[in-house]
């Protein structure tokens, strides 16, 4: 698996984000338990399953949120009002422990698709034209209550939980990440293991930090939600020359390559332009441009810097321009769908047959279900695209996403710079799962894009 430190550069603000909400689980009850802060604020949804068979079975999941979120993710259902700004979830926990409990009690947590299926298809059962969209509980309640599931399942069978996603899929490969350190990305494709890779990201953060530091100032090194730093850069190409000056001072140049998370929806302007000084309150227009010269801007990137990833670069609605730049640039630059698939078995179809990207960026909490999760990563790499596991700007300090790309070898995971605990965490696990793997483990590295045959 190959891992992309994201986060590394931001060239936006972070916006504020509330997650949390703790549940706990039994299978004679599910009851909220309390309140707990995510680490930009109020509250997320967390859910725990404890089994009454005799050996205690015990799991605990959280759910996280996004800032920048697609317009087709699946509901994430908040209260409103003016608890917690509008955020709490004290709705979704009564789903939970009012709807889905009494539904649950009793049922095997091994069975994963079938548990899914019955909270997403009969307990929900909402459906727009993409699917099913959780409009009724809340693709966060669904998904805290997956999670936990999935957990307590490999719990039951005594199987560390990334084989145990990887015995759910049908995948017999198990394959360490590279790591994508956003929004511009560093890719430690040269390192031979993922402890090599990380200590690759690490350097190259610390020099960049040292970089932005000399020419910007103190105050550009401070971080935002996932651990990046943001210089007041003026362009994407500022960007990327202090990312290639970071990683040739940190002697990688040819080892660590660069990805590029766009969000283009943020600056896509209604007369279907692209404003690339969308940042600045007194823009008067001059910087818009075509979805046609944004794509020849990013092929301009391609030619002058060593970039293997681009995600999200038009709008989530702009098919032509996807389409356009997967056929120029596909073969050598994975062009990765984020809001414009979120995650969804439907969109993905769409893509493949329209040939929009070649990559899918995977995010459980867009979809809402860890069974719709593996169908679209499926789906992804039967029409031989690469997939990107992804955390969130509100995140827990949950790991499953760790366990997640190993078990599903999706080759590549982005969970932040190396930086904050949220973030940290998913890395520290995927040492664990390296080291305990021993001399099975293997590191994705330049065959990040397809680690393993489809299964």
């Not at 301009?300 to 032509?320: A, C, H, M, N, R």
């Not at 769409?350 to 999760?373: F, H, M, P, R, Y």
């Not at 040492?431 to 021993?438: C, H």
């Amino acid at each position: 698996m190959s891992t992309h430190f994201s986060g590394l550069l931001r060239t936006s603000s972070s916006k504020p984000q509330y997650t949390f909400l703790l549940l706990f689980a039994d299978l004679n009850r599910i009851a909220f338990h309390g309140n707990h802060r995510k680490h930009q604020g109020p509250p997320d949804l967390r859910q725990s399953w404890q089994s009454n068979r005799r050996d205690g079975t015990f799991a605990r999941a959280a759910v996280p949120s996004g800032a920048s979120t697609g317009i087709y993710e699946a509901l994430e259902l908040r209260d409103g009002g003016s608890d917690y700004l509008g955020k709490g979830v004290l709705k979704a926990v009564d789903n939970v422990n009012t709807i889905i409990a009494p539904a649950l009690i009793g049922k095997d947590p091994t069975q994963q698709t079938a548990i899914d299926n019955l909270m997403v298809q009969q307990l929900d059962g909402t459906v727009n034209e993409w699917g099913w969209c959780k409009q009724k509980l809340g693709a966060n309640a669904i998904l805290a209550v997956s999670l936990a599931v999935c957990k307590a399942g490999a719990s039951v069978l005594k199987t560390p939980l990334y084989k145990h996603i990887a015995n759910i899929a049908g995948n017999k490969k198990l394959v360490l990440p590279v790591p994508a350190f956003n929004e511009f990305m560093v890719l430690p494709v040269g390192a031979s293991s993922f402890k090599e890779a990380m200590k690759m990201g690490v350097e190259v953060y610390h020099h960049l930090k040292s970089v932005i530091k000399k020419k910007y100032g103190q105050d550009a090194i401070n971080v935002g939600d996932e651990g990046g730093f943001a210089p007041n850069i003026q362009e994407n190409k500022e960007g990327l020359e202090l990312l290639k000056t970071a990683i040739a001072k940190a002697g990688y140049t040819g080892k660590v390559v660069i990805g590029m998370d766009v969000a283009a929806s943020e600056f896509y302007k209604d007369d279907k332009t692209y404003d690339l000084n969308f940042k600045e309150d007194d823009n008067d227009g001059s910087q818009k441009i075509s979805g046609d010269a944004l794509k020849d801007l990013y092929k301009s990137f391609t030619v002058d810097y060593p970039i293997v990833s681009i995600e999200d670069p038009f709008d989530q609605d702009d098919w032509e321009h996807y389409a356009k730049l997967t056929a120029e640039v596909g073969a050598q630059v994975q062009i990765v769908g984020d809001d414009l698939l979120v995650t969804n078995p439907k969109r993905v179809q769409k893509a493949i047959d329209t040939k929009a990207c070649n990559a899918l960026l995977l995010k459980v909490n867009q979809i809402g279900s860890v069974t719709e999760s593996i169908e679209a990563v499926r789906m992804s790499k039967k029409a031989g695209w690469g997939v990107m596991a992804s955390h969130r700007s509100g995140e827990t300090e949950d790991t499953f996403i760790a366990d997640l790309s190993v078990g599903l070898a999706t080759g590549q995971i982005k969970t932040g710079a190396p930086c904050r605990s949220e973030r940290l965490a998913k890395y520290n696990q995927l040492l664990r799962i390296e080291e305990e793997l021993g001399a099975e483990a293997v590191y994705a590295g330049a065959n990040f894009r397809t680690p393993v045959e489809p299964y």
